[in-house]
């Protein structure tokens, strides 16, 4: 469909063509074969959260698009995402550049590597939505043989003079050792890169247009709609629930036909010569999504300019609305729980994996170091001898923010067994996220946990909050009886992170609201948990297994366990002043090993410390410095606008992170950073971010699952190093810390917006503003709506919508 808005009408303004006939025919043609999948397909692996990237490929004088985009539909798919446990990124190249993709030849073929890495590692759909005239781009592969570069200067060379590729290809060494050229990518091209670009373009077109039935260079050169239709015309044998292109081009039907009638089969036409390298979209599952209107009427060229451009909203809202409604179906079928009787197994297997990745969450990339604490383990062990001696109770483990709890409970988790005399199963379930914390949610997640181990012959549901947590707990208990069958008495010890979080209708970390503790317990199960210290435990909101004998607290480091900490985890990189003037405060944050972790890893932090914040007694406080010291430092290295995009892609208003957590994930952006600094030379020059550093920024952030193997299983992870610092608030205890830092990040973002010559005026009005939890609302299959009570909150990008 053509959406060429370069031609402007009598007043200057641009004019939008709407869809042919013969595009509307491609549509429903694509549209027939690919909307459809398989019932017989199944996922192998379901990952416990999933990843919606949407790359947002629209040219700025789309201005119209653009803006339905942003302020209609975008807020709408967050919010359908989110009701599933979905996060959703948005990359948008167009934001921050003003010239063309053609003037990128490294822009698609990063983009075919993204694509390739999502098939590989994502445990999410893939959607994609490009709406520009940029298919007839010529992709260029990421390598070539040697021969291959020798034929391509002796085809184009004019005049006996040879036509050179070195300023768009380097060379380099494959995996067999062989010599080959490799694709520069954007920072090391320059202007003589973009001109070898555009006289190769104009050589390679001029060669379709004289030899048209030529096949060696379309195999090596590709067109993007080329790569597009070619996988997608491959059938229902490829097609999955994962990816969706939403495509808004005028790809003429003879194309997608003569593709059909060369020889070959489509991958192999595509196949670059020589080292046969893949060109990465054909790995990865695609579908064309290319349907505005069914039926559409072409507008009167008698009818005003006010007309036109009425008509023009409203064909474009109606067709975004209509992308918007298939975007939906797809989540809803990839991101789905309700499952069949047939899928039982399945969900199962689900559960299994994804308290396995919880389980293992601090042990599997870097164990957190376990210093001192000798006491508290005593205390521990003793508590856990008289529980198996049959004086049921729960063990709490108080402590506050940053203090170890986590890591404590890790250790218990790995010595436990040594205590037992008949050893003892360990259920770690530490899913206690902003979108799953609900009672019922973790009860029946062990109960799923203990019948995979042990095989066990339950009916369980599939949808935990259909049913009551007495009903759920009762399973449970049932359970724990099969187990201690199966196993000749083998104890089931439970192990929950954050218990507080357990509320019976909320799921915001509030001091005020009690949490849930089980009011008894099964004869053979243990229960350790952890709690922060400045929630009230109320004597008489407690159920009688709990005695106060079992309320352990976490003391202090001593000043020589500070200073091994720091030892440990120090960057051996820094520099003596600064590892001498961040040894000044170990002492004063005993309390805290986290404090004594985030100074370890970046001492740089202490250039920008506020001495006053760092004299205060409370813990909270000296946590904050350092958090705003890291943003300070991060800021001054690479612009606010780099900070500010960094920001974006952390989705940290979704999903509750405070200032602290975020500057944790800035921690592993910083070598990104430091890439572009000594890339660009100069710091005050980077204003903008190219996609070449999103990319490997992503994979630092850990926006997508990545497959890991655990006890012998493929499951999926987050990709970065603190999982739990997506998935709690570490530093909140109230709503008023919420609400606080929400509002600092809100201030953050709309301070640190880009210029006004990269943004639309309406985007500019559209200011951040703070929206407080809620419930979302979706649909279920019978049509009716749902509820779904979620403790995140949303930035929105509309003003007075929400």
């Given at each position: 469909?053509?959406?060429?808005?370069?031609?402007?009408?009598?007043?200057?303004?641009?004019?939008?063509?709407?869809?042919?006939?013969?595009?509307?025919?491609?549509?429903?043609?694509?549209?027939?074969?690919?909307?459809?999948?398989?019932?017989?397909?199944?996922?192998?692996?379901?990952?416990?959260?999933?990843?919606?990237?949407?790359?947002?490929?629209?040219?700025?004088?789309?201005?119209?698009?653009?803006?339905?985009?942003?302020?209609?539909?975008?807020?709408?798919?967050?919010?359908?995402?989110?009701?599933?446990?979905?996060?959703?990124?948005?990359?948008?190249?167009?934001?921050?550049?003003?010239?063309?993709?053609?003037?990128?030849?490294?822009?698609?073929?990063?983009?075919?590597?993204?694509?390739?890495?999502?098939?590989?590692?994502?445990?999410?759909?893939?959607?994609?939505?490009?709406?520009?005239?940029?298919?007839?781009?010529?992709?260029?592969?990421?390598?070539?043989?040697?021969?291959?570069?020798?034929?391509?200067?002796?085809?184009?060379?004019?005049?006996?003079?040879?036509?050179?590729?070195?300023?768009?290809?380097?060379?380099?060494?494959?995996?067999?050792?062989?010599?080959?050229?490799?694709?520069?990518?954007?920072?090391?091209?320059?202007?003589?890169?973009?001109?070898?670009?555009?006289?190769?373009?104009?050589?390679?077109?001029?060669?379709?247009?004289?030899?048209?039935?030529?096949?060696?260079?379309?195999?090596?050169?590709?067109?993007?709609?080329?790569?597009?239709?070619?996988?997608?015309?491959?059938?229902?044998?490829?097609?999955?629930?994962?990816?969706?292109?939403?495509?808004?081009?005028?790809?003429?039907?003879?194309?997608?036909?003569?593709?059909?009638?060369?020889?070959?089969?489509?991958?192999?036409?595509?196949?670059?010569?020589?080292s046969q390298h893949s060109s990465g979209l054909l790995a990865c599952d695609v579908e064309i999504?290319?349907?505005?209107?069914?039926?559409?009427?072409?507008?009167?060229?008698?009818?005003?300019?006010?007309?036109?451009?009425?008509?023009?909203?409203?064909?474009?809202?109606?067709?975004?609305?209509?992308?918007?409604?298939?975007?939906?179906?797809?989540?809803?079928?990839?991101?789905?729980?309700?499952?069949?009787?047939?899928d039982e197994h399945q969900l199962l297997v689900s559960f299994k994996e994804d308290s396995i990745?919880?389980?293992?969450?601090?042990?599997?990339?870097?164990?957190?170091?376990?210093?001192?604490?000798?006491?508290?383990?005593?205390?521990?062990?003793?508590?856990?001898?008289?529980?198996?001696?049959?004086?049921?109770?729960?063990?709490?483990?108080?402590?506050?923010?940053?203090?170890?709890?986590?890591?404590?409970?890790?250790?218990?988790?790995?010595?436990?067994?040594?205590?037992?005399?008949?050893?003892?199963?360990?259920?770690?379930?530490?899913?206690?996220?902003?979108?799953?914390?609900?009672?019922?949610?973790?009860?029946?997640?062990?109960?799923?946990?203990?019948?995979?181990?042990?095989?066990?012959?339950?009916?369980?549901?599939?949808?935990?909050?259909?049913?009551?947590?007495?009903?759920?707990?009762?399973?449970?208990?049932?359970?724990?009886?099969?187990?201690?069958?199966?196993?000749?008495?083998?104890?089931?010890?439970?192990?929950?992170?954050?218990?507080?979080?357990?509320?019976?209708?909320?799921?915001?970390?509030?001091?005020?609201?009690?949490?849930?503790?089980?009011?008894?317990?099964?004869?053979?199960?243990?229960?350790?948990?952890?709690?922060?210290?400045?929630?009230?435990?109320?004597?008489?909101?407690?159920?009688?297994?709990?005695?106060?004998?079992?309320?352990?607290?976490?003391?202090?480091?001593?000043?020589?366990?500070?200073?091994?900490?720091?030892?440990?985890?120090?960057?051996?990189?820094?520099?003596?002043?600064?590892?001498?003037?961040?040894?000044?405060?170990?002492?004063?944050?005993?309390?805290?090993?986290?404090?004594?972790?985030?100074?370890?890893?970046?001492?740089?932090?202490?250039?920008?410390?506020?001495?006053?914040?760092?004299?205060?007694?409370?813990?909270?406080?000296?946590?904050?410095?350092?958090?705003?010291?890291?943003?300070?430092?991060?800021?001054?290295?690479?612009?606010?606008?780099?900070?500010?995009?960094?920001?974006?892609?952390?989705?940290?208003?979704?999903?509750?992170?405070?200032?602290?957590?975020?500057?944790?994930?800035?921690?592993?952006?910083?070598?990104?950073?430091?890439?572009?600094?000594?890339?660009?030379?100069?710091?005050?020059?980077?204003?903008?971010?190219?996609?070449?550093?999103?990319?490997?920024?992503?994979?630092?952030?850990?926006?997508?699952?990545?497959?890991?193997?655990?006890?012998?299983?493929?499951?999926?992870?987050?990709?970065?190093?603190?999982?739990?610092?997506?998935?709690?608030?570490?530093?909140?205890?109230?709503?008023?810390?919420?609400?606080?830092?929400?509002?600092?990040?809100?201030?953050?973002?709309?301070?640190?917006?880009?210029?006004?010559?990269?943004?639309?005026?309406?985007?500019?009005?559209?200011?951040?503003?703070?929206?407080?939890?809620?419930?979302?609302?979706?649909?279920?299959?019978?049509?009716?709506?749902?509820?779904?009570?979620?403790?995140?909150?949303?930035?929105?990008?509309?003003?007075?919508?929400?």
């Amino acid at each position: 469909m053509s959406a060429n808005t370069a031609k402007v009408d009598s007043r200057g303004r641009p004019q939008a063509h709407l869809p042919s006939i013969n595009s509307l025919e491609l549509i429903h043609s694509l549209l027939d074969n690919l909307m459809s999948c398989s019932k017989e397909r199944k996922l192998d692996v379901r990952p416990h959260l999933s990843q919606v990237l949407i790359f947002f490929w629209c040219p700025k004088e789309l201005s119209d698009e653009r803006r339905l985009f942003y302020l209609e539909i975008l807020p709408e798919l967050q919010l359908t995402c989110l009701s599933y446990g979905a996060e959703m990124t948005v990359v948008d190249p167009f934001e921050w550049y003003d010239w063309s993709i053609a003037l990128q030849p490294d822009m698609v073929n990063l983009f075919l590597q993204e694509l390739t890495y999502c098939k590989n590692f994502s445990g999410g759909p893939f959607f994609m939505a490009v709406v520009c005239d940029h298919c007839n781009t010529l992709v260029l592969p990421p390598v070539l043989a040697e021969e291959v570069v020798s034929q391509l200067s002796d085809y184009f060379s004019e005049n006996q003079s040879p036509f050179v590729l070195d300023d768009l290809y380097q060379s380099a060494e494959d995996a067999v050792g062989q010599r080959c050229y490799k694709l520069k990518t954007f920072d090391s091209i320059g202007q003589r890169g973009f001109d070898t670009y555009a006289r190769l373009c104009q050589r390679l077109r001029a060669y379709h247009e004289t030899e048209p039935n030529g096949p060696w260079l379309s195999k090596i050169f590709p067109y993007l709609h080329e790569l597009i239709i070619a996988h997608a015309s491959e059938g229902e044998k490829h097609i999955s629930q994962r990816s969706l292109v939403v495509c808004k081009k005028g790809i003429a039907v003879t194309q997608f036909a003569s593709l059909h009638q060369n020889e070959g089969s489509p991958c192999e036409r595509l196949s670059p010569v020589g080292s046969q390298h893949s060109s990465g979209l054909l790995a990865c599952d695609v579908e064309i999504l290319m349907a505005p209107l069914p039926h559409l009427q072409t507008l009167n060229d008698s009818l005003s300019n006010t007309t036109k451009q009425s008509s023009l909203d409203s064909y474009l809202r109606r067709f975004y609305y209509r992308v918007s409604a298939n975007m939906k179906c797809k989540i809803q079928a990839a991101l789905d729980l309700r499952h069949s009787e047939d899928d039982e197994h399945q969900l199962l297997v689900s559960f299994k994996e994804d308290s396995i990745v919880h389980r293992n969450y601090a042990l599997d990339r870097r164990k957190d170091i376990f210093i001192g604490q000798a006491d508290l383990i005593g205390q521990v062990k003793t508590a856990f001898e008289n529980v198996n001696a049959g004086q049921r109770s729960i063990v709490l483990v108080r402590g506050s923010h940053g203090q170890g709890k986590t890591t404590v409970l890790c250790h218990v988790s790995e010595i436990v067994t040594a205590w037992m005399d008949v050893g003892c199963v360990i259920v770690r379930f530490a899913r206690l996220t902003p979108l799953a914390s609900t009672i019922q949610e973790m009860l029946l997640g062990c109960c799923l946990e203990l019948c995979q181990q042990f095989k066990l012959e339950m009916d369980l549901p599939d949808l935990a909050s259909k049913y009551s947590t007495q009903q759920i707990f009762d399973w449970l208990e049932t359970c724990c009886d099969q187990v201690a069958y199966k196993t000749c008495g083998k104890p089931v010890a439970l192990f929950v992170d954050d218990i507080h979080r357990l509320k019976e209708n909320s799921s915001i970390s509030d001091s005020k609201l009690s949490f849930w503790l089980p009011p008894r317990l099964p004869p053979n199960m243990l229960f350790l948990a952890t709690l922060n210290d400045e929630v009230s435990l109320d004597e008489r909101s407690c159920p009688d297994v709990v005695t106060w004998d079992y309320v352990l607290i976490i003391p202090p480091l001593s000043m020589e366990n500070c200073r091994i900490l720091y030892e440990r985890l120090k960057d051996k990189r820094c520099e003596c002043s600064e590892s001498s003037a961040t040894e000044s405060y170990i002492g004063d944050l005993s309390s805290c090993p986290l404090a004594v972790q985030m100074l370890a890893e970046m001492p740089a932090t202490i250039k920008w410390l506020s001495v006053d914040q760092m004299n205060e007694a409370n813990v909270l406080a000296k946590l904050t410095a350092i958090t705003d010291a890291r943003l300070r430092m991060a800021e001054h290295r690479c612009g606010p606008s780099v900070c500010r995009f960094a920001l974006c892609f952390i989705e940290c208003a979704r999903f509750g992170l405070t200032l602290g957590e975020l500057l944790d994930l800035l921690t592993f952006c910083e070598p990104g950073m430091l890439e572009v600094i000594s890339t660009r030379g100069n710091v005050q020059e980077i204003f903008q971010f190219p996609l070449s550093v999103w990319l490997k920024l992503k994979q630092c952030l850990g926006c997508l699952l990545e497959e890991v193997v655990c006890d012998g299983r493929s499951v999926y992870k987050w990709s970065h190093l603190f999982v739990i610092g997506v998935i709690r608030r570490r530093y909140l205890c109230t709503v008023q810390h919420l609400k606080d830092c929400h509002m600092s990040l809100v201030a953050l973002f709309n301070n640190t917006l880009p210029s006004a010559e990269i943004v639309e005026p309406a985007l500019l009005n559209a200011k951040l503003r703070p929206v407080m939890p809620r419930p979302l609302v979706c649909t279920s299959h019978d049509g009716r709506a749902a509820a779904r009570g979620c403790a995140q909150f949303i930035m929105s990008h509309r003003c007075d919508e929400a």
